[in-house]
């Protein structure tokens, strides 16, 4: 391409509108809490939809790399989102969990706190919203997808969902702690069966925090196996279309594709997987990711 051809064709990508996009932080009162959440409203798609409603990983939050990127992305490609952070039992918690704070949140929390922003989403006015998970948020989102029969849910978005097998948490304990799992889950559940579920253990190895507290119903939520925190087994219980998306190089969700892809037709249910990609699908890949979700959302 010549000199004078290429600046042409500057000059008139530069004439082409951006889409006009309005932020802001938002906030919804709940069981005594308040719920924060980021706001991007696309012009000619907000209200109306698809709407994307992000949920974050495991102690994590709203505006994390890979939640913040990606709606700058949705907002290039004239789609509005709402990227929520769960309260994980804090009111308006910002930022990331600090582990010194005692743990009383369960991982089942999250699906009343999705349902609620999903209410203050059709309350604005959204007719169409597409749910959108990443890693636990994932089977979170997937869990409350396949739970919840309401027509607003137009599709379902699983980026580097999480998985599981019996099994898994213990082995995931001893390797992370050097010490097994089942003494202090029999404890836990002990507390619970006594009618005491807030009873705090500690100092405790919990999920990636050294030397905290975390009640009893928290430890057994997040540590028992239970096979609805497997993502894609919940997938068939899913109404909507299903996008499930995975980074080659993940090495912290590993086996997604493999219980993925007898899932995935194509059509109701579908699998990409984006060459090199890690976790947090840095850089290009998330570009990636925004290009499938838009695709999924021009159906």
């Not at 507390?191 to 050294?210: H, N, Q, R």
Request: contains cysteine; proline residues 5%.
């Amino acid at each position: 391409m010549s000199y004078r051809i290429a600046a042409l064709a500057l000059a008139a990508a530069l004439l082409v509108p951006a889409p006009a996009l309005f932020a802001e932080e938002v906030e919804l009162e709940y069981q005594g809490l308040t719920l924060n959440g980021n706001l991007k409203q696309a012009e000619g798609n907000w209200p109306q939809g698809p709407v994307l409603l992000m949920t974050h990983g495991t102690l994590a939050h709203n505006q994390m790399e890979i939640m913040a990127t990606l709606q700058t992305l949705f907002a290039e490609r004239g789609l509005s989102s709402l990227a929520i952070s769960l309260s994980l039992g804090l009111d308006d918690r910002q930022g990331m969990y600090d582990c010194a704070t005692p743990h009383r949140h369960r991982h089942a929390d999250a699906l009343g706190e999705i349902g609620a922003w999903l209410s203050w989403l059709k309350d604005q006015g959204a007719e169409r919203v597409a749910l959108l998970g990443h890693s636990r948020g994932g089977s979170q989102t997937a869990r409350f997808a396949a739970d919840t029969n309401d027509p607003a849910i137009t599709a379902v978005v699983l980026i580097a969902p999480q998985v599981w097998a019996d099994g898994y948490a213990a082995a995931d304990y001893q390797k992370r702690y050097k010490t097994g799992l089942a003494p202090l889950l029999a404890e836990a559940q002990a507390k619970i069966d006594a009618g005491e579920p807030d009873a705090m253990l500690g100092p405790i190895g919990f999920i990636y925090c050294e030397d905290t507290q975390a009640s009893a119903a928290a430890f057994v939520s997040y540590n028992s196996d239970d096979m609805r925190m497997d993502s894609p087994s919940l997938i068939p219980g899913i109404q909507a279309p299903v996008l499930v998306i995975a980074g080659s190089a993940d090495t912290v969700v590993e086996g997604l594709v493999e219980k993925t892809e007898p899932l995935a037709d194509g059509e109701r249910v579908q699998l990409v997987v984006i060459d090199g990609a890690d976790h947090f699908f840095r850089d290009l890949y998330a570009e990636e990711i925004a290009d499938a979700v838009d695709e999924l959302l021009a159906d």
